[in-house]
């Protein structure tokens, strides 16, 4: 132990320069061991897959048959498939009119979770996080009985504040893109608790001087509250649209237990359809590059538009 | 402060405060924003509502008509001559009383009076559709024990919590390293690096999905857990960033203190770095429990003809596949499925909520 302690001290006062650069030499290989696992699994599970899927969707590639380019016969086809086209414009419909309630409703939850006048902030808070935690299988399945057109408690409500013939929601085409939005609202626990930690960062400063200025609490919500989370906003957007753009499971469980809606033909589960049931690897990974453009597109729009409303407080 | 204190007790009905008007207003919007979240919780919870109660239904229960109580009842019978009868609320000049239905035609009807079996027969004109039924409040709690047996519901538990807790060790191991790479040593091109790292967050799982699939498939990995776990010992983009977040956070002083008295990387690691940040490696093990225990696609693709090997996710769905609609078994299902991620929450949350609230301030 003693040897230990005194050897770094009186080294470095005999030979300082020599020693410390291999101190240096020596953090840094450290640095390499520590980090080797991410840089592995990046090569493995991301970066040589995406050059594969790439590669793959310029082959006729099937599960068991021996591969051969095809050019790009499988970008054509996207563009002529006509469930391809369906699919994606049943994506982007959904995720219009969902994204602002995905990222409203958990705006709302956590202004009012951070409220400095709310009562029984902790139970509160796990109570708005639960639906976040439903098993996704349970938590559709959940939706599906509260949503049944005759049984369910929603139809009930509606039966009783006197709308007589509440829609079948999920059976039927023209309701069932806001069955959708309503069972995407349990979705939201993630967005809440992000953006209600970074409400609860925001300086009290800044909401002293305001309240020394006269602000009420909605133009402090909206003056300060709101651009100093902006980031956190950003970040969920971001988010948010690469999840709608990979809409699955709901899709996926309801086309397998409810009779068969074509207005569940979402992006994600057509390409699932074409990978693994149809065994077309190679235009299924046209499809997976087709909508990873879509979504790079989208994000590198939102980061170029965003230090229009953007504030970072450390200025960077 | 001392002179207020003193008055105070001199009037007890009267407050004397200067700010009782400012009190009194902050009293006032505090129990209106609670009360508008508490309706606002109400609302959103709705649909659980509706899950204990079907989970709690009978079959014959949810058979009969819609417009029954949400709450499962079931009529009442009275047993006369050793037949069974239905019993139904007649309104007579004692009051209402229960009799039972006895031989049942369009105008008139023979009725039993329940509480006076002796009487006999009491010929009743008028339509006995007209009369609402006795019901009694009837909870089918043996719906647990039938979808438990009927799915094999702890081997699919076991199956989920294995699946998790490999994962969720797999991630913390390597996720801390990486984090603890990035937020303590000198690499040249480490911002590239965290960009990259970041970068893989807004990447859309569909495209790397076939060439893993093929690649596991080709290792001869398909129908064994190694695809659902093996992957999370490289580290997770989301993890890492919380990890190096909180770990930016902890003074280096503690470090450099270790390091003088001769702690190699490893133990300061495991010394310092580690213990000072549990709230953040709850965080992370809540998070990565709770995305195991509802993830869905990976089980379903590399575990299909596999349940002996299927978590819950995947497994439930087969009261809709195998058994026809039992909506009050996949509710009751669903009911357990929560239990075990919601006490979890509860008992993580403290630590949990502030290692998520220190990694937040810092983006």
Redesign the interface.
């Known amino acids: 132990m003693a040897t230990t302690t005194t050897a770094p001290i009186s080294v470095s006062s005999a030979a300082p320069a020599p020693q410390r650069r291999t101190i240096a030499q020596q953090q840094r290989l450290w640095g390499w061991v520590f980090i080797s696992p991410w840089i592995f699994g990046f090569l493995a599970f991301t970066l040589f897959p995406m050059i594969a899927s790439l590669i793959f969707s310029f082959t006729d590639f099937t599960i068991g048959d021996p591969i051969s380019f095809i050019g790009t016969t499988n970008w054509e086809r996207l563009f002529t498939d006509p469930s391809t086209s369906q699919a994606l414009f049943i994506t982007f419909r959904f995720a219009v009119v969902s994204l602002p309630i995905a990222l409203g409703l958990p705006l709302i939850m956590a202004s009012l979770l951070n409220s400095k006048v709310l009562w029984g902030k902790p139970i509160l808070r796990v109570l708005f996080y639960i639906p976040y935690m439903v098993p996704a299988i349970s938590g559709i399945f959940i939706w599906q009985n509260f949503l049944n057109g005759q049984t369910g408690w929603l139809n009930r409500l509606f039966r009783l504040i006197g709308i007589a013939d509440p829609p079948n929601w999920l059976f039927d085409p023209r309701s069932l893109t806001f069955a959708l939005v309503l069972i995407g609202v349990w979705g939201v626990g993630n967005a809440m608790l992000t953006m209600l930690a970074s409400m609860q960062g925001v300086p009290t400063e800044l909401y002293e001087a305001a309240e020394v200025d006269g602000a009420n609490a909605l133009v402090k919500w909206w003056r300060i509250t709101l651009p100093m989370i902006s980031p956190v906003l950003l970040y969920n957007l971001v988010l948010t649209i690469i999840g709608l753009m990979q809409y699955f499971i709901v899709p996926y469980v309801l086309s397998n237990t409810t009779r068969s809606n074509p207005e569940t033909n979402f992006f994600n589960l057509n390409l699932y359809r074409t990978a693994f049931q149809f065994g077309e690897m190679g235009f299924a990974s046209a499809q997976a590059w087709f909508i990873f453009l879509i979504a790079l597109v989208l994000t590198l729009v939102i980061f170029a538009t965003s230090n229009r409303w953007v504030y970072y407080s450390g200025g960077n | 402060m001392a002179t207020a204190r003193q008055t105070l007790p001199q009037t007890p009905a009267y407050n004397t405060s200067p700010y009782y008007a400012v009190q009194l207003r ?1 009293f006032a ?3 209106m ?2 009360l ?3 309706l ?2 109400f609302v ?8 204990v109660m ?1 989970a709690l239904s009978s079959q014959e229960q ?1 058979s009969q008509t ?1 417009d029954q109580s ?1 709450i499962p009842n079931t009529a009442i019978t009275f047993t006369y001559e050793g037949a069974e009868y239905d019993v139904y609320k007649m309104p007579t000049e004692n009051g209402i009383e229960e009799w039972a239905l006895i031989n049942a035609t369009r105008r008139s009807s023979e009725f039993i009076n329940t509480a006076n079996p002796e009487a006999g027969l009491i010929e009743w004109e008028g339509s006995w559709r007209t009369l609402e039924p006795v019901t009694k409040v009837e909870f089918a709690w043996d719906n647990f024990g039938t979808a438990w047996d009927a799915i094999n519901f702890p081997r699919l538990f076991g199956n989920t919590l294995a699946i998790a807790i490999i994962g969720m060790v797999g991630t913390l191991l ?1 996720s801390i ?2 984090a ?3 937020a ?5 091109g480490k911002n590239i ?1 965290f960009v ?2 970041i970068g ?16 596991f ?1 080709a290792i001869g990995w398909t129908g064994t857990w190694l695809p659902l776990v093996v ?1 999370h ?3 997770n983009a989301y993890n ?1 960033f919380l990890l190096r977040q909180y770990f930016l956070t902890l003074p280096r002083d503690l470090d450099e203190a270790a390091m ?3 702690a190699g ?1 490893l133990k300061i ?1 495991l010394r310092v770095i580690i213990p000072q940040s549990l709230p953040a490696i709850i965080a992370v093990s809540v998070f990565h429990f ?1 995305f195991a ?2 993830d ?2 990976g089980p379903l ?1 590399y575990l299909l003809g596999k349940p002996e090997l299927q978590p ?3 497994g ?2 087969i009261f ?2 195998q058994y026809g609609p039992r ?1 009050e078994l ?2 009751a ?3 357990m ?2 239990i075990l ?2 006490i979890i ?2 008992l993580a ?1 403290r630590f949990f ?1 502030r290692g ?2 220190v ?3 810092e ?1």
Not at chain 2, 184 to 188: A, I, K, S, V, Y
Request: charged share 5%.
């Open positions: 902050r919007v505090g129990s924003v609670t508008f979240t508490c606002f919780v959103y919870l709705l649909p659980l509502g509706n899950m079907v949810l819609a949400i390597s390293c990486v603890y790479a990035f303590r040593f000198p690499l040249p690096l990259i790292l893989t967050i807004i990447l859309p799982t569909q495209v790397t999905l076939i060439p893993t699939y093929a690649f498939a992957p010992f490289f580290a890492v003088i008295d001769g990387p690691l709770v225990w509802n869905y696609f693709i819950i996710s995947v439930v769905q809709n596949f909506p996949v509710q299902t669903s009911m499925a929560l991620p919601v929450f509860f949350q909520m998520v609230v990694t937040g301030v983006k």
